[in-house]
């Protein structure tokens, strides 16, 4: 049987990757042994920049394979390693700290750290923390919103007990105060390198953290080019678990269908983000393993409660209940991912909320009528392929045909620009929009605070719930168990009816890589820790 050939693009791709990643390699000779011990993952985009300020999934890539936070998350126990249920926030182990202790007002976390050195020789000590936190805050807007809006942190978050211990102080006691350690923007690095680079100009030493980095993690940034390419090495000072990886590649593969074709020929080890359609042509191919796993990530539907006709909790109920959610999942989805239940994802555990979604196409009527609309009425949907996807498309389609079936005649609103995309939604200049709802680490009173708090950034679509708002409080500030769980249910029922965010499709983290690579443990923010991995 001959075999099949790479189109003559893809194969002068391929025989560039392969010569960059073989002239990477640093190891006196590069045997095969060492060789194979190199793992590339191919990723649509890398930042321009490793430090701040955040560059979105871009800098995702590089921060999370990067480490040297506080603490991570550790799914191992979970069933499937956390591939069939998403980690709760306590789901916690030390990475640069070995143990944390609550004070019994709840309002002071006292880190141990670990025993740690940076590449650079120097030794890992409270004074790093501190440092750490004054600069993410300085230059990192994001990372000043999580600490002092979502986690409460107090003005002078955090403050040196000894050499080897920190303290987090909070204004208020509040459930993510660990758990917001494990993003990625909150890397601990070593002050004593980065302040011999800092100048009167440039204090914060940015300009030569935007190429190089200077952590406690497991890896060393050998080169990088901006937006292209990042080669990284183990940190010789790193004494934490790995795999056997000797070289990690990140490498810049815009094209779907050509980061497909380079994980199918060998060329590269991992492929990030594959349409529905290319991940599934791999499942079952040789030498190729496929997961597909839970995610916090949530598809949805806005309504613009401005509008009067959807300011009516009644007609929001009934455009809910029109939508068959299973056949969104079958048809734009490929099935990869799961219908929406309730206001809170069905990954998550917590007890069964009193109203769930249901597909009811009678009763939507009904409540259109009792509304005042038996004939349904005119509405516009706005969408764009940058969120949630290329299948926004498809999914758009599917809901004008499923609500045009209760007398709701959709006009479809194809907004090209990812820029005019975001400014739309911002500036709540919309009717109704396809959306997605992407927290940056899963947690539904987060997810909750984030999109549907009157407070919220996000809340454009001006929901304003004073019971809504309390249930979200509440959760934010109660510590995980029990009581929680249960305020969690509350909220996931109110999504059913009462507020204008329409959850369609709970999505999967789908991932692809060569069946040679061993160690893979599901995230619960979906991006990969290459430290784990061995081939």
């Not at 194969?11 to 590069?30: C, D, E, Q």
């Not at 230059?139 to 000043?144: A, V």
């Not at 290319?278 to 613009?304: E, H, W, Y």
């Not at 329409?502 to 923010?525: H, T, W």
Request: charged share 15%; proline share 7%.
């Amino acid at each position: 049987m001959t075999k099949p050939r790479l189109p003559i693009g893809l194969a002068v791709l391929t025989t560039a990757i392969l010569s960059l990643v073989v002239s990477a390699h640093a190891f006196g000779g590069g045997s095969a042994s060492k060789a194979s011990t190199t793992f590339v993952e191919a990723v649509p985009g890398l930042p321009t920049s490793i430090d701040y300020p955040y560059q979105g999934d871009p800098s995702r890539y590089i921060r999370y394979a990067m480490g040297s936070t506080l603490v991570k998350y550790d799914p191992s126990y979970l069933a499937k390693k956390g591939c069939t249920t998403l980690a709760p926030i306590d789901a916690l182990v030390g990475d640069l700290a070995s143990k944390w202790v609550w004070s019994k007002d709840h309002k002071t976390i006292t880190f141990t750290l670990r025993p740690a050195k940076s590449p650079y020789g120097h030794t890992l000590t409270a004074a790093d923390v501190v440092y750490s936190f004054q600069r993410m805050n300085a230059l990192e807007p994001i990372t000043k919103f999580q600490f002092f809006q979502v986690a409460n942190y107090a003005t002078t978050p955090a403050t040196a007990v000894n050499k080897n211990t920190v303290q987090i102080h909070l204004a208020r006691t509040n459930a993510l105060a660990v758990v917001i350690q494990t993003i990625m923007l909150e890397t601990i690095v070593d002050s004593t390198e980065v302040k011999s680079h800092a100048t009167a100009d440039d204090p914060w030493a940015t300009k030569w953290m935007a190429n190089h980095t200077a952590d406690f993690g497991p890896w060393k940034l050998d080169s990088f080019n901006p937006g292209q390419k990042a080669v990284f090495s183990p940190n010789p000072n790193y004494t934490g678990k790995r795999g056997n990886i000797k070289q990690l590649v990140l490498l810049y593969v815009p094209d779907p269908s050509t980061r497909t074709q380079l994980l199918q020929s060998g060329s590269v080890d991992w492929a990030e983000r594959l349409p529905f359609q290319q991940f599934a042509s791999l499942k079952g191919a040789s030498g190729i393993t496929t997961k597909n796993c839970v995610s916090p990530n949530r598809d949805d539907m806005l309504l613009q409660e401005k509008d009067p006709i959807l300011a009516k909790v009644d007609v929001r109920h009934a455009i809910s209940l029109a939508i068959n959610r299973n056949a969104l999942v079958k048809g734009a989805y490929s099935g990869f991912g799961a219908a929406a239940t309730s206001g809170v994802s069905s990954f998550y555990s917590f007890p069964k909320p009193k109203s769930q979604y249901a597909y009811n196409v009678a009763q939507a009527k009904q409540l259109l009528a009792k509304a005042g609309y038996p004939d349904g009425f005119n509405l516009t949907l706005s969408y764009s392929i940058s969120r949630p996807g290329p299948w926004a498309q498809q999914l758009a389609v599917l809901i004008q045909s499923m609500l045009g079936n209760v007398g709701i005649k959709v006009t479809l609103d194809n907004i090209a620009s990812p820029t005019d995309f975001t400014a739309r939604f911002t500036n709540g200049n919309y009717q109704a929009l396809l959306y997605t709802e992407p927290p940056v680490f899963p947690d539904p009173a987060y997810s909750a605070s984030t999109y549907s708090l009157s407070t919220a950034p996000q809340d454009s679509f001006n929901f304003k719930d004073p019971k809504y708002d309390f249930l979200v409080n509440t959760a934010l500030h109660t510590q995980p168990g029990k009581a929680r769980n249960k305020i969690i249910s509350e909220i996931a029922s109110l999504g059913v009816t009462d507020y204008p965010i329409i959850y369609l499709v709970d999505e999967k983290f789908l991932y692809a890589y060569r069946s040679n690579v061993k160690g893979f443990l599901p995230q619960p923010f979906g991006n990969l820790l290459p430290d784990q991995l061995s081939k």
